[in-house]
């Protein structure tokens, strides 16, 4: 089973760009569709991005759509998400999870992942 690992957050001003990055250092992400979510203190886990394991299929959530961009880098065995335009309301901790093998495609909920990161930080201040 793969085990993802977040890298990239930290502290950044509104109207900055991030980039997150999910990887595994060991198991090849190719054969998992992988999402990203987030969680910000006191509210739900809330749908982020999504990409299909061969990359064709990208799903995001509609009040991010314009700002972000996922994408997936099978040389390096990684899973981005591109950050723009921050806001406040971006801060949050952002997980990076993979659905399990038998699934055919990512979802939006968070049942539908069976492998998760620990989560990385994003801190967006004025």
């Known amino acids: 089973q793969v085990q993802p690992v977040e890298s990239g957050g930290g502290l950044v001003q509104a109207g900055d760009s991030l980039r997150l990055s999910c990887s595994d250092s060991v198991r090849t992400f190719d054969n998992y569709a992988t999402g990203w979510f987030r969680q910000a203190p006191g509210k739900e886990r809330e749908f982020v991005a999504a990409?299909?394991?061969?990359?064709?299929?990208?799903y995001y959530a509609d009040s991010l759509k314009d700002r972000i961009t996922i994408s997936r880098d099978s040389a390096k065995n990684t899973v981005h998400l591109q950050m723009n335009s921050l806001k406040l309301e971006d801060t949050a901790v952002y997980y990076c999870?993979?659905?399990?093998?038998?699934?055919?495609?990512?979802?939006?909920?968070?049942?539908?992942?069976?492998?998760w990161g620990q989560g990385t930080q994003v801190t967006v201040s004025s």
């Open positions: 999870a993979a659905t399990h093998p038998s699934r055919k495609g990512p979802g939006s909920r968070p049942s539908d992942y069976a492998y």
């Open positions: 990409i299909s394991w061969s990359g064709d299929s990208i």
